[in-house]
């Protein structure tokens, strides 16, 4: 009810204007509105379906007109179905349609667009996010029916990443139930991040920036080791924007949703952080301002699931990833209304955003809504490809029984196929703009072109344990470089031209992210790797310890002969670990590697500060610091807080430690310096 918001405005809205408006535009950015809800079921089940469970149902002085237009004069009688099913085919899929279209349309009207619409009228912008759990997006509840239509408002799409939604590895997981039902991996892994992304590249309003809230409710035992990862895996799905979740000002500690960045001082990994968001903040900036290059477009599923049986989006989306297929998730209003959305269909390309994709896959769904079903019948006309996944839908929803009748045959006449041999069935209809030689299911592929034309290559290989040893075909020209966003340099990248088409000779490592600009000058300086290098092992290594806020006042030094998991010593220590250690180099050397540790590594060598690893591969060029003769090499290892906080809980306590800690502090891998052959 467009009321309600308003009365949201003028208790909170307003009053922030009244009192900061010199700040609006400038200091305050906008407002966030942080998983807003229907409200009509308690908790967070992510299963309120329209018709499949009992449960109050949202309504307002709207509905009563809006249902008439939808069901006819008798609309009364039928709102029965809206809890158990008539005849268990099209009456009740219109039902259940129309209610939910003319809830989720209020849902636009009254809350997105009224607050978007306040705030863009008051110089800041609108941007948040709903619960996506599970599919939740689509539902009552917790979330407000519809992805694109609850956000229509926003300046930004938006998404969430909470509470070890997306793992790695965890494509396959069912997660166990915790304050909510049991997190569904498939979903976490190939949906989520594209309906963000998705709603950015489609949507005018948006201006391609994809929004999400990330890191928070991870836990303790969560630092930026896996915060790269989790970073990585949004950025190649094509989210630019992100809301780190979170720094409290409450008292430390918070059990509030940690892990904390700050936590007022006593998070080692504060520092290892800002490392963390530069990286960020680079990537952000080349995959901003221009336009992503799907191959198709994929349905949303929000009115196939309100209508009956359905296929989940997320089926496809995974389906497509694996195959490095790139797509965008569209909504049907945009195939009923190409216009609004600034997207047109001509022969053999429907255009959107400036961009064409080649094909339409819609997912299994029994019955179709009307905009969807026009949009298929025009694209028949048109020779632009529409693909069904398992079957073609026995009809459509939301209409008369004569134009239903008129619609089937043009459903009819697309192709279906199992979502799991979608890849292959797409190659007969559509040029693909990117393919991997040997196969990889888990690299994740996002080819972005900025706004001066120049194409930008992100492959994330998502296989924790099997790199990715070969070559990938782009449909991209110029002279390509890795783009080395924790340095902030080009290193040269193998490749060959075959008319308009780049073949690059890569080599990523597991949960690696390899960036390719296809930008790269005649004069620019290519850092090129260091090849043929000798290993000398460093060992005899003086440990001391401080904790955060005794930094740098390290303590208790002991020698180990070569590292091992300090967390056997210190079981319940949380804080740097320093190595130092002098030792005898000859001329010439380069590199030194971590095998591994937990988790960020900072270097010095001859007293100079060579640099922060922050994950796998930790590698450093010390080839400027280095001398012949004794060199002093320090090695600072920030942990997380899992350990300090886990011997901090108490019975008033229970929940700071969350479960026992399993992962190693300090160097767990060789110390190695590599030097040049003589």
Not at 5 to 15: F, G, K, N, R, T
Not at 71 to 95: F, I
Not at 225 to 251: C, E, V, W
Request: aromatic fraction near 10%; hydrophobic fraction near 35%; charge should be negative.
């Amino acid at each position: 009810d467009d009321a309600s918001c308003a009365l949201q405005i003028e208790a909170v809205y307003e009053p922030h204007y009244a009192r900061y408006k010199d700040l609006f535009g400038t200091v305050i950015a906008g407002f966030f509105s942080d998983e807003p809800c229907i409200g009509n079921a308690v908790g967070y089940d992510f299963d309120e379906r329209v018709g499949h469970k009992d449960m109050p149902l949202p309504w307002s002085r709207y509905m009563p007109e809006m249902m008439r237009e939808r069901l006819g004069d008798n609309w009364k009688d039928l709102l029965p179905v809206l809890w158990a099913d008539l005849d268990h085919g099209r009456q009740d899929a219109k039902v259940r349609e129309g209610y939910m279209d003319s809830v989720t349309r209020l849902v636009e009207k009254c809350f997105s667009y009224q607050l978007g619409d306040w705030c863009a009228a008051h110089g800041v912008q609108y941007i948040g996010h709903i619960v996506e759990d599970n599919g939740a997006h689509a539902r009552l509840g917790s979330s407000m029916g519809h992805y694109f239509r609850s956000l229509a408002g926003q300046h930004m799409a938006g998404i969430d990443n909470i509470g070890g939604q997306v793992v790695i590895g965890g494509g396959d997981s069912v997660r166990p139930k915790g304050f909510s039902k049991p997190g569904d991996g498939e979903f976490y892994h190939y949906e989520l991040g594209k309906l963000g992304s998705s709603h950015a590249h489609i949507d005018p309003r948006k201006g391609g920036r994809a929004l999400c809230e990330n890191f928070g409710a991870y836990g303790w035992n969560t630092g930026v080791r896996t915060m790269q990862y989790l970073a990585d895996h949004f950025l190649a799905r094509g989210i630019n924007h992100f809301t780190p979740h979170a720094f409290s000002p409450k008292a430390f500690p918070d059990p509030d949703c940690p892990p904390h960045f700050y936590a007022h001082g006593e998070n080692p990994q504060y520092r290892a952080f800002g490392t963390l968001v530069g990286y960020m903040n680079r990537v952000c900036h080349l995959i901003s301002g221009g336009i992503s290059l799907p191959d198709i477009a994929v349905l949303y599923h929000g009115e196939s699931e309100w209508a009956g049986d359905y296929q989940p989006e997320k089926v496809v989306c995974r389906e497509l990833l694996e195959h490095q297929i790139d797509f965008d998730i569209v909504p049907a209003d945009l195939l009923g209304n190409l216009e609004a959305f600034g997207a047109y269909l001509e022969e053999n390309a429907l255009w959107i955003g400036g961009r064409p994709v080649q094909a339409l896959v819609v997912p299994y769904s029994r019955y179709l809504p009307l905009t969807a079903a026009r949009f298929i019948e025009k694209a028949e006309e048109t020779g632009f490809p529409v693909l069904f996944t398992e079957a073609v839908p026995d009809g459509v929803s939301d209409t008369s029984e004569e134009e239903n009748a008129r619609l089937i045959p043009a459903l009819q006449a697309c192709e279906a196929v199992p979502a799991g041999k979608l890849a292959g069935a797409l190659s007969g209809f559509i040029t693909r703009d990117i393919t991997l030689s040997p196969a990889h299911r888990r690299m994740t592929v996002y080819h972005y072109r900025d706004e001066e034309g120049e194409d930008i290559l992100l492959l994330l290989n998502e296989d924790p344990g099997e790199a990715f040893d070969g070559e990938v075909t782009v449909r991209a020209t110029g002279r390509p470089a890795l783009y080395d966003a924790k340095d902030n340099c080009l290193r040269p990248v193998e490749s060959e031209v075959h008319g308009e088409k780049t073949v690059l000779k890569l080599r990523v490592g597991p949960l690696e992210m390899a960036i390719v600009t296809f930008s790269a000058e005649e004069g620019d300086a290519l850092k090129a790797p260091y090849r043929d290098l000798l290993p000398i092992p460093v060992e005899g290594f003086t440990v001391s310890r401080a904790e955060a806020k005794e930094y740098p006042h390290f303590r208790d030094p002991l020698t180990v002969e070569s590292p091992i998991n300090m967390a056997r010593i210190y079981p319940d220590f949380s804080g740097y670990y320093r190595y130092e250690v002098s030792v005898e180099l000859p001329e010439g050397v380069k590199e030194l590697t971590i095998g591994d540790c937990y988790e960020a590594a900072e270097v010095w060598v001859n007293g100079v500060r060579i640099g922060t690893r922050i994950a796998p591969p930790y590698r450093f060029d010390i080839a400027s610091a280095a001398k012949e003769g004794v060199n002093t090499i320090v090695i600072e290892v920030a942990t997380t807080l899992e350990r300090k906080m886990r011997a901090m809980e108490d019975s008033d306590r229970p929940s700071l430690g969350g479960n026992p800690p399993v992962s190693p502090t300090g160097i767990t891998g060789e110390v190695t310096v590599w030097c040049e052959q003589r």
